[in-house]
């Protein structure tokens, strides 16, 4: 893949892009777009001199990771940090008042002192990277340290009186369609919104964290249309 006009020297100024930074990124990670921060926008916060934005002013790619070295984690961040101390380095509303004690049950205490929403069951598997972050603030319960190396199981997490269900998460998608045929639509019939995790279940499957639908839907659930996508009954 090239990415610059001319080949880049260690120590040479700094070289042209062939095209927008972002743009070149997306042409290989494709399908990081559909869980990743808007790019191409200006920021209405202030943004740390650790992160970059573009000759226009504008968010991108490379605001919140690097290409080559000096890089923290397998996602190549900036800054040595992942999941919602990562997000509050520029995000820092969500550190204020009540907000504070929420945003540091994680790594303040390995259980919180709310009611867990979230109950490991033995239907099988394990949750992905995506829905164990989403716990980490959505349950409270789980603590960002101890996650580190730790496989969580599969199980149902309650969404609370709003809509007053719970869903699976981490469960096979394709077994359930074999073990209940004619319940659940085909992986291949599945709308392009609706994401799998290695044919496995999980919180982004629903929810795009950084969606603008109500609840961070991935698609409008009028007439529970998001349910069946997937539910035939």
């Known amino acids: 893949m090239t990415c610059h006009l001319t080949n880049p020297t260690e120590g040479a100024e700094k070289y042209l892009f062939v095209k927008d930074i972002s743009a070149l990124c997306i042409s290989c990670h494709k399908d990081a777009v559909r869980l990743s921060h808007p790019v191409d926008m200006k920021p209405s916060m202030k943004i740390p001199a650790d992160f970059l934005l573009d000759r226009k002013g504008n968010l991108a790619c490379n605001s919140c990771h690097t290409t080559h070295k000096g890089s923290y984690g397998k996602y190549h961040l900036r800054v040595a940090s992942i999941g919602e101390p990562f997000c509050i380095t520029c995000h820092q509303s969500l550190s204020e008042g009540s907000e504070l004690h929420r945003s540091t049950i994680g790594s303040a205490h390995m259980a919180g002192s709310v009611q867990s929403r979230y109950w490991p069951g033995s239907i099988g598997g394990y949750l992905d990277e995506v829905s164990i972050r989403c716990l980490i603030c959505h349950d409270a319960?789980?603590?960002?340290?101890?996650?580190?190396?730790?496989?969580?199981?599969a199980g149902e997490y309650d969404h609370g009186g709003n809509i007053g269900l719970s869903h699976p998460v981490g469960v096979s998608y394709r077994e359930a369609t074999v073990k209940?045929?004619?319940?659940?639509?085909?992986?291949?019939?599945?709308?392009q919104e609706i994401r799998l995790f290695d044919g496995f279940v999980g919180c982004g499957s629903c929810h795009n964290p950084y969606g603008r639908r109500h609840f961070e839907l991935v698609m409008s659930n009028e007439g529970s249309a998001l349910c069946f996508a997937c539910h035939m009954k």
């Open 141 to 153: 319960v789980f603590a960002t340290e101890s996650l580190v190396g730790t496989a969580v199981q």
């Open 180 to 191: 209940y045929k004619g319940a659940y639509r085909k992986i291949e019939k599945l709308p």
